[in-house]
């Protein structure tokens, strides 16, 4: 079973306590590490917004307004993208 806290513990850990949560994070942090970066496919790419997803529910204060603050601007520019493809769409056939 690959989800299981102990299988991912591997050598270099063993005789920690699997139900540690320290341990369990650094298990999930190695596991994050260990993954290949494939960001030039579609997976690579929504595994990457899913990290920061992950990352930003982990922090407080200052840093996560400026995520928050990153993912506005990135939504104000694609509903500018989007509305100017509408409008461009729009004026070819109307006018």
Known sequence: MPDDPTSRLGDDLDGLDPDDPEVKAFAA???????????ATVEGMLRGVDDFAQSV??????????????VALIL???LHTVWNALAFVVSTFVG
Not at 29 to 39: G, L, V
Not at 57 to 70: I, K, Y
């Open 76 to 78: 104000l520019g694609v």
């Open 29 to 39: 942090h190695r596991d994050r590490m260990r993954r290949p970066n494939a960001d």
């Open 57 to 70: 529910n982990r922090t407080d204060g200052h840093r996560r307004l400026v995520a928050v603050c990153v």
